[in-house]
């Protein structure tokens, strides 16, 4: 079939190159040159495991092309809608003048039956706006949420776990069929159901995964004053089929383009509906979870005898997550600028995270090698669980710090062999 996806970003460009997997036709719309001159080579323009390979096999196949120029997409029967949908500058919603935008410049070439099938993560209401404001070109409009994870993109989108579709007419669920024939064949569940619905499951579902990491890290905070340990709690309690180990590692806290901003949103959209006490417990959970940043802060003062002024710390991690160089609402990028802001020598270190931190924060010294970054520094704090970060050797280590201590932000150490390799080691929430 031939598809087009508007937007070429983390969501867009892995779905693209995933649907000429499939066998479809694919043309890729962004308003970045750069990203589609990258893309067009065969090149990914960001980190994402598997997607470059993925993108070669489609531009070679010919059935995979990208552009800045959306006219190319006339032809496409589904138009995939994969623009971001970032935090308003001023407050909590949601800015959509990217969707706006996309569906501005879509108008003009949609034609009847053809079917705009929106991805982006846009609070609920917004889909029955869009579908009005297309409806005389005689296309349809359906929300067809994406639930992919950076670092597992691909396999993501080629497997999904679910699939679901909010329509208003039974032949669009029919179009998307047949864009996902492959995945359903193979027994993917298909939920087929209203536009509401469809907004709300990708919210609901981002709620609660950003809910359950809060809930650990409040654990974690009672965890510190009583002198439990909360990774010996989250392992008890995970054993209970009905709550599950996943998304109970306490830490840091969660980051990224995603459950932050649709947190926030939700909540504004929730006031906006005269509904702000039904999801008032989401304000909470954005509170904690920046809590444990500053958690790490005044560990760090506290190790460093009340001040980090003037104090080397290396930083390991700029990323939300592993395999990923997504630094959006990064945490660890965040205690990075922190700790920088207070006063200390920060040198930040990660294998793919350093360009995009530098735009963001170019007043922190960064260093490619780990092994330079942790020579001659006072503190290590581990923000991002990158491989390479979790199989230190802790007694190498400690010979290349001025002074073995370890704040560990993500509970991803063996405690005990770095207390033995003679850190004062730290996790979050462990006695
Ligand atoms: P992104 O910022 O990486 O990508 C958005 C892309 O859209 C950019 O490349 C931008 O240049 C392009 N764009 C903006 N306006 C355009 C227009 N008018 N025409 C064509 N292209 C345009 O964002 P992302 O992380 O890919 O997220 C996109 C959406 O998907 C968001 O709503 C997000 O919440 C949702 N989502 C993201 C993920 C994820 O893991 N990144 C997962 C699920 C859902």
Known sequence: MKISVIGCGYLGAVHAAAMAKLGHDVVGVDTDPVKVAKLSAGEAPFHEPGLPELLTEGVRSGRLRFTTDIAQAGDARVHFLAVGTPQLSDSDGADLRFVDGAIDALRPILTPGSLVAGKSTVPVGTAATLAERIAETGAGLAWNPEFLRE???????????????????????ELLDEVYRVALDAGTPRITTDLPTAELVKTAANAFLATKISFINAMAEIAEVTGADVTTLADAIGHDARIGRRFLNAGIGFGGGCLPKDIRAFAARAEELGRAESVAFLRQVDAINLRRRERVIDLAVEMLGGSVFQKRIVVLGLTF?????????????????Q?????????????????????????????????????GAELAVLVTEWGEYRTLDAARTAELMAVPRMIDGRNALDTQAWKAAGFDYRGLGRS
Do not use: C, M, W
Not at 151 to 171: E, H, Q, S
Not at 321 to 337: E, G, T
């Open 321 to 337: 997550k592993p395999d990923s160089d997504d630094v959006r609402d990064s945490p660890a990028l965040d205690i990075a600028a």
């Open 151 to 173: 670092g597992f993109a691909v396999a993501d989108t080629l497997t999904p776990d679910r699939i679901v579709y909010g329509v208003t007419d039974a032949a669009h669920a």
């Open 339 to 375: 700790l920088h802001g207070l006063g200390a020598e920060v040198v930040a270190t990660d294998p793919y995270g350093i360009e995009n931190s530098r735009s963001r924060h170019p007043q922190l010294d960064y260093l490619e090698d780990v092994d330079d970054a942790l020579r």
